[in-house]
């Protein structure tokens, strides 16, 4: 039986996009620094995803990750499996002959996964962040949504069915296995917890509320503005910023202008680190509205600033990641979000227990930690040349 080890080898990673992509979000933070943890134990990884900002060459990042950079959002697909058999054949940076033949891939799935199992026959993992089956109707026409839930949830299913699943959470482990997962199949390999910049910025002295997110639909930052818009006469001096940038801003501003909060909500855009630690270090409350997470990545960030966070429960991982009632709260619908925003803001004594325990709460969580699970994991990848006995589909090439 053929095997990876987790030291020595090189992975190759297929995700949709990089952490400079304008898209990029919390899943393509941890695919980096698990990518950048495994190069750290000695093995080589290349971390294949789409083009961006036209003219950005493929590079070896201050890690020594490798990426390479084709197609677009839906054409990456496409080009990942170009550039695999095009290796295999003996052409191009992956042939065995130029020594870039990868021992494992970790097949990133966002909704749509890249169907290695239909194309390569060395070792596959499947990396998968939460389950899209709320968010389809979000951001696709309704027959769209559709195909792309019977993709996710049936055709993906089968096709992985002898692959081992890495996810981020427990609650997507358990959706998984809802799908007809094994479960012996599934692992988690939590986040770590980003460390911040140092900085000197201390609690706003009038209430401040932050928004970390990809201003997408499916973050619901539209429920953080209903709150600033509802506490408002309560909290004369209540603000709000909302950094992050993305195409559904627009929206964003439309709707903060007809709640007539436009004087209260910064929007910020993109914020470097060190702005990101002072704005969190800064903030009462912090706010993830998402409708799914698979972990909550700030939410962590804001807790190593001891700053809570109001988040929803049914958010899939988000309730591993706040720890209700101990770390920060969980609501159940929109006006118990806002209630719970404002029970925060006024209890400064609960503000300041819940923001204390976050950051000892994100600090269990390391990235030193999360790489050497995710190494041990690799070497338990098989390859679909040793499942065909176990009626697997007839693959193409080695």
């Known amino acids: ?17 990089d952490t400079r992509n304008p898209e990029g979000g919390g899943s393509e933070v ?9 190069v750290a134990r000695g093995l080589r990884v290349t971390l294949f995803c789409a083009a961006h900002r036209q003219g950005l060459p493929d590079e070896v990042n201050e890690d020594g990750i490798r990426l390479v950079r084709r197609g677009g959002r839906h054409t990456v697909y496409l080009w990942a499996a170009f550039y695999y058999l095009a290796g295999a054949l003996g052409v191009g940076p992956l042939s065995r002959r130029r020594g870039g033949r990868p021992d494992v891939l970790v097949d990133v799935c966002n909704g749509l996964p890249f169907m290695t199992p239909l194309w390569a026959r060395r070792p596959i993992v499947k990396l998968i ?53 094994p479960a012996e199949q599934i ?30 639909p499916h973050k619901r930052v539209e429920v953080a503005l209903q709150a600033v818009a509802t506490l408002a006469d309560e909290l ?9 940038q993305g195409w559904w801003e627009g929206q964003l501003r439309e709707v903060a202008n007809n709640l007539g909060i436009t ?16 704005l969190l270090a800064s903030s009462w409350v912090a706010l993830t509205p998402s409708l799914k997470e698979g972990w909550g990545l700030t939410i962590v960030e804001a807790g190593s600033a001891g700053t809570p966070t109001v988040a929803f429960r049914s958010a899939g991982g988000v309730g591993e990641a706040v720890l209700d009632g101990q770390t920060g709260l ?8 806002v209630a719970k925003v404002r029970t925060l803001l006024h209890n400064h004594e609960l503000r300041q227990q819940l923001g204390d325990a976050a950051r000892e709460h994100a600090a269990t969580f390391t990235w030193p930690a999360a790489g050497s699970r995710f190494a041990a994991l690799l070497e338990s990848a098989e390859s679909p040349r040793q499942t065909r006995s176990r009626g697997a589909p007839s693959y193409l090439l080695p």
């Not at 039986?1 to 996009?17: P, Q």
């Not at 941890?30 to 495994?38: D, F, K, P, Q, T």
């Not at 839930?149 to 890495?166: G, M, N």
């Not at 427990?170 to 959706?175: I, M, P, S, W």
């Open 129 to 181: 962040h939460h389950i899209h089956r709320e968010q389809w109707h979000v951001v696709l026409p309704a027959w769209a949504a559709r195909f792309g839930w019977w993709v996710e949830s049936s055709f993906a299913i089968f096709v992985y069915r002898h692959c081992r699943h890495i996810t981020v959470s427990d609650a997507t482990r358990q959706e998984l296995i809802q799908l007809g997962v």
């Open 330 to 337: 969980l609501a159940d619908d929109v006006d118990d979000y």
């Open 263 to 278: 004087d209260r909500v910064e929007f910020r855009g993109f914020v470097p680190e060190e702005e990101k630690a002072a």
């Open 30 to 38: 941890y695919v980096e620094r698990i990518a950048a943890e495994l």
């Open 1 to 17: 039986m053929e095997h990876f080890s987790a030291t020595a080898g090189h992975v190759l990673f297929l995700n949709w996009r």
């Open 236 to 244: 004369p001096q209540l603000r709000l910023v909302v950094a992050g």
């Open 187 to 216: 692992s988690v390999v939590h986040n770590g917890t980003p460390p911040l910049p140092p900085t000197d910025a201390e609690r706003a002295a009038s209430p401040l509320l932050v928004t970390l997110n990809r201003l997408v």
